[in-house]
């Protein structure tokens, strides 16, 4: 029982899912909702099983909240202090770093070496998960077109076929967030003393952006066709631009329960907000992300590649004007009583 238990577990059941002619979705959306109903519970299994690729990051934006908390909490106390005189949980050497500064500089300053400290972490923590997205970026592309696929084999399988262009994918992203902030930083700076620095500055948040919007074509791209690195990332930017309402839409979106638990922990200070910010990504957040991007990059492939290959199915889980045909005929063949 227990070896049927963690192979079902595991490599799924086979089929499950899969719609009767008559039950087809007529549109994505549609498909999308029904796809989520019935592998709700195997995205929770497969985010779990991959969750331990983003344990370093989730860890290091963890201790740079803990860290920003802490500060604020020191310069609440600081200032308590100077109108009050009451020490609190300030040490010596705090007060001795404070004294004579002031708090908004000080926290600033702060905020700025966290800033850096993060995306300087950000390189190896974020360069890890690219051949796990590889991964994911497959199931889920199976899964959103109601087509079947074992969360375990299929997904080593993905890993193993996708690990190198899924590596420099994560690599070139992880470096995105340094590549930003020094940036901006620099040409900020020189742009005080001459405003056209402004337009390299505006021009590496330009491109940061592009490249953020992307990596949501980039891992469904490399798992459907056969492609080269370049051809890869260009034909991805292209299509990101091409659809950039949409694709900064579906991006914005993925950030609403984050924007969510920030917000009542700005306003409330529960710490039960982060607490469940951490629980959602942990059991499904990662899994959930990929699904929604591979749902809406199906569509686009359709539109944009698919349809202008010959002999490459399109609308893959959807009713079409042939499985109607199909019906009235096996309507029409069944003998009459």
Not at 117 to 128: E, G, H, K
Not at 150 to 175: C, H, M, P, R, Y
Not at 241 to 259: C, D, E, Y
Request: aromatic residues 12%.
């Amino acid at each position: 029982m227990f070896g049927r238990m963690m192979n079902n577990y595991y490599y799924g059941k086979s089929g499950k899912g899969d719609f009767r002619k008559e039950d087809l979705p007529r549109n994505r959306w549609q498909l999308f909702w029904e796809m989520l109903r019935v592998r709700f519970a195997a995205l929770c299994r497969l985010n779990l099983m991959t969750v331990a690729a983003w344990l370093p990051l989730i860890i290091l934006i963890g201790y740079c909240v803990t860290t920003l908390m802490n500060v604020m909490m020191v310069r609440t106390e600081y200032a308590a202090y100077v109108d009050t005189g009451d020490v609190g949980q300030l040490t010596e050497e705090q007060i001795k770093v404070l004294s004579g500064m002031d708090l908004d500089v000080w926290m600033v300053e702060m905020a700025r070496s966290l800033l850096s400290t993060f995306c300087l972490w950000c390189i190896p923590c974020i360069a890890i998960t690219g051949p796990v997205q590889a991964g994911l970026a497959y199931v889920t592309r199976n899964w959103s077109r109601d087509e079947h696929a074992f969360i375990w084999a299929d997904f080593k399988d993905a890993v193993k076929e996708n690990w190198k262009q899924g590596l420099l994918v994560s690599v070139i992203t992880s470096v995105v967030p340094i590549i930003l902030y020094v940036g901006y930083q620099f040409y900020g700076q020189q742009a005080a003393t001459n405003v056209l620095f402004m337009v390299p500055q505006m021009l590496i948040v330009v491109v940061s952006i592009v490249w953020m919007l992307g990596v949501t074509f980039m891992y469904p791209m490399m798992v459907s066709y056969k492609v080269t690195f370049p051809q890869l990332v260009r034909n991805s930017l292209i299509m990101a631009v091409g659809r950039l309402p949409q694709t900064v839409g579906i991006r914005l979106i993925m950030l609403v329960p984050t924007a969510i638990c920030i917000a009542i922990f700005m306003f409330t200070g529960a710490l039960l907000a982060l607490l469940a910010l951490g629980a959602y990504y942990i059991l499904i957040g990662f899994a959930m992300a990929r699904f929604v991007y591979a749902s809406y990059t199906n569509g686009v492939f359709d539109k944009f590649i698919n349809s202008r290959m010959e002999g490459v199915q399109v609308n893959r889980g959807l009713a079409t004007e042939v499985d109607e045909d199909d019906e009235e005929d096996e309507e029409n063949d069944k003998p009459q009583e």
